[in-house]
């Protein structure tokens, strides 16, 4: 049995032998422009049906709307103006390293200690696009995974988690135990688009893997031949990292003190603490504001971290009742 929170590498957890480093990404929102090349290439790349037929939202100019069974990649839009932007910077300043005083001998400057940087910001815009390729987050203690009863998600020997489609038998266990609200059951979609009304009640081809658990695999077909994941690939900006998990988090770290020393102190991480609710994850994020902004939970935890708790308090209960059933039976007895 593998652990269920706190720090661990999760490749050794998974009992694999031959010890891949762990792989995952780092998206850093502050240079994404949303050109949604990421989204396309892992739809094609994946062969991955439409959601809908050319909906627009009405509610951004972002028509994909979330993650999805088919949507594996999204990039959100949202749309900020002065003052958000100004509370942006304030909740993010506190997160800067104080480089509060220590005890010892004098040690070499931390390239991460901004006490002594002017991070005055620069002006506040009138308004600004912050832009976000979401993914699944191939956590450290992956909730989809541990409650699956059927063993169709699994450890990679990367360090990701995958849904063997030939497996699944679609209860949508896994769904519940997100607490990102990545993974879902394929429901329907469209394979091909149908541009004009007339084509929209033509026969399609089929969907595939209708009714089975989908979400990104971190493609793992592509990693097995050593190629990036399509949507690294594909992002003309560099915006989407992929790499060593350490790397990718030490990147991240050293992105963020960049931002700050230049007055962005609304630059801050998401997923890079090992002792968050899920170990922290796989795909590590640089955002420019409040989690919450983007649909993200703060402070996501897996459902079985409380196993161990769960059934330590079952296991007192048990033992009350029993005790109680046998002073019953004795004291009927005397
Ligand atoms: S984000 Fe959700 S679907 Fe992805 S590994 Fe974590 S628990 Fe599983
Ligand atoms: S890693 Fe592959 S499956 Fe995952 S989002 Fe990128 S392209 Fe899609
Ligand atoms: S491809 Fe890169 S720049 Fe374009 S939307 Fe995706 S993450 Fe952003």
């Known amino acids: 049995m593998g652990q269920l929170s706190g720090p661990t590498d999760p490749t050794v957890d998974a009992h694999w032998e031959h010890n891949h480093p762990r792989q995952g990404f780092f998206t850093d ?17 994946n062969h991955n049906p439409r959601d809908g037929n050319l909906e627009l939202l009405g509610s951004s100019y972002d028509n994909t709307g979330a993650l999805g069974a088919s949507t594996w ?6 749309e ?11 909740s993010g300043r506190a997160l800067v390293n104080l480089g509060m005083p220590r005890i010892g001998p004098p040690s ?41 009863p059927t063993g169709a998600l699994f450890r990679t020997e990367f360090g990701t988690v995958v849904v063997q489609d030939d497996v699944c038998n679609g209860c949508g266990t896994c769904v519940a135990g997100c607490p990102f609200g990545v993974i879902e059951r394929r429901s329907d979609g469209t394979a091909a688009v149908a541009a004009q009304r007339e084509e929209q009640h033509a026969e399609h081809p089929a969907v595939p893997n209708v009714g089975v658990a989908q979400k990104c695999t971190l493609c793992y ?24 998990h350490e790397d990718m988090v030490q990147t991240a770290r050293e992105r963020v003190a960049e931002l700050h020393a230049k007055g962005l102190t609304e630059a801050r991480l998401y997923g890079a603490n090992e002792l968050d609710g899920v170990g922290g994850t796989g795909s590590v994020f640089l955002l420019l504001d409040e989690p919450e902004v983007y649909g993200l939970p703060p402070d996501p935890r897996v459902p079985t971290a409380d196993l161990p708790r ?18 019953a039976f004795l004291g009927g007895r005397a």
Do not use: N
Request: proline share 6%; glycine share 6%; net charge negative.
């Open 29 to 45: 929102t502050s240079i994404c422009i949303g050109c949604k090349a990421c989204e396309v290439a892992c739809k094609e790349w």
């Open 108 to 148: 070499e400057p931390d390239p991460l200690d901004l006490s002594e940087v002017d991070t005055t910001p620069p002006d506040t815009p009138d308004f600004r696009w912050l832009m976000s390729s979401d993914v699944c987050k191939h956590c450290t203690h992956a909730g989809c995974l541990d409650v699956c």
């Open 73 to 78: 990649r999204h990039v959100a839009f949202v």
């Open 80 to 90: 900020q103006g002065q003052e958000r932007i100004a509370e942006a910077r304030e």
């Open 310 to 327: 769960m059934y330590r308090r079952a296991g007192v209960a048990v033992a009350g009742m029993l005790a109680a059933a046998a002073v």
């Open 221 to 244: 077909d592509r990693l097995l031949t050593d190629e990036t994941p399509a949507c690294a690939k594909a992002c003309p900006t560099t915006s989407i990292k992929f790499g060593d």
